[in-house]
């Protein structure tokens, strides 16, 4: 009875997370632009998907269109421009916990891009980022 509840939990949790998608854009580069000589965030959009027998896609999609679908289709609510894609990692753990997973085998697919960022947003992100950056140093002064 524990197994199978314990089993049913597991199940429940893979997924839950197999819907998610985790995001990530650096914003702070000290000052520094990117190779056009402007302002450039840095995104990165992670999926987790499940494949059945290690090949058959089971639960999730990662497929790299839709991947590159979820990433543009944020940096564009972000009004964001210029896009270039600079990385793409597709990582399959059937080798993770055998034999378990080679029956419900975990895929992480990962696409990272740069990008112009909005102006008015870069504007805004810069002013943060800089108060933050002088209310962090007055919190633990270093006396000698």
């Known amino acids: ?3 199978q509840a314990l089993f049913i939990m597991l199940l429940g949790f893979l ?3 197999s819907g998610c998608a985790f995001h990530s854009t ?3 580069w000290n000052g520094l632009t990117g190779s056009d000589g402007k302002p450039t965030y840095y995104k990165t959009t ?3 998907a499940f494949k059945l027998l290690i090949v058959v896609p089971f639960i999730g999609n990662n497929a790299i269109d839709g991947m590159v679908d979820d990433l543009t289709k944020e940096i564009a609510e972000a009004k964001g421009n210029h896009v270039r894609i600079v990385q793409g ?5 059937w080798y993770g916990f055998p034999p ?3 029956i419900l085998t975990p895929v992480l697919t990962t696409v990272s891009a740069e990008y112009v960022p909005d102006q008015t947003a870069y504007i805004d992100d810069q002013k943060k ?3 933050d950056e002088k209310s962090d140093t007055g919190l633990n002064p270093v006396k000698w």
Do not use: C, G, H, Q
Request: glycine share 0%; hydrophobic share 45%; net charge positive.
């Open 15 to 17: 997924l839950i997370l």
């Open 26 to 28: 650096a914003k702070d």
């Open 129 to 131: 980022i800089r108060s």
């Open 46 to 48: 992670t999926k987790v």
């Open 1 to 3: 009875m524990l197994r």
């Open 89 to 93: 990692s597709n990582e399959n753990y």
């Open 100 to 102: 378990f997973t080679w």
